[in-house]
């Protein structure tokens, strides 16, 4: 088996890890939500559900990169440059929540565990599908019997 056959399977394990990941961030605000209801702080609700909402669209997307990814193996290249996109929109929100802030939520100041896990996976992701869109490349021009330098050479003349 190929390496880069191993770094697609450990790119599907990053996608759903990340998945899980979000579903337990969803549940944990789930929980917050009902408490909030229980002890009578309506302020919150909106501001509760937009983040459940958030949370379990982000590992929808996740399920559905594990399924395309282990599909496409190393056929097509949109796999992994989508999973390495989302990712990047991730950690920019991310990032936005914690320091401009995001509509209706605002500014986050917590910054716990499950966050950083998640962007260690999230930056996994990242690096894990540079890698393979790069291999992929290399394969075919290799299948193409394409040189890069020959490629270089057309596009400067």
Same mark, same amino acid.
């Given at each position: 088996m190929?390496?880069?056959n191993i770094v697609v399977y450990l790119l599907a394990?990053?996608? @759903?890890? &990340?998945? $899980? %990941?979000y579903l337990i961030v969803a549940f944990?605000?789930?929980?917050?939500? %009902?408490? @909030?209801?229980?002890?009578? $702080?309506?302020?919150?609700t909106q501001e509760k559900h937009l983040e459940i909402s958030v949370f379990v669209g982000a590992s929808l997307i996740y399920l559905g990169l594990v399924v395309w990814v282990l599909k496409s193996r190393l056929k &097509?290249? &949109?796999p992994y440059?989508? !999973?390495a996109v989302f990712s990047v929109i991730m950690i920019g929100i991310y990032i936005a929540s914690r320091t401009i802030g995001v509509p209706v939520v605002g500014v986050e100041y917590y910054v716990g565990r499950i966050d950083i896990v998640s962007k260690i996976l999230q930056a996994a992701i990242i690096g894990i599908a540079g890698y393979l869109i @790069?291999?992929?490349?290399?394969?075919?021009?290799?299948e193409q019997g394409? !040189?890069?330098?020959?490629?270089r050479r057309r596009e400067i003349a």
């Open positions: 190929r390496i880069q394990v990053l996608l @759903f890890s &990340n998945a $899980i %990941v944990q605000e789930y929980g917050d939500l %009902v408490e @909030f209801q229980q002890i009578g $702080i309506d302020g919150e &097509n290249k &949109n440059m989508v !999973s @790069f291999a992929i490349r290399s394969m075919y021009i290799k394409i !040189s890069e330098r020959s490629d």
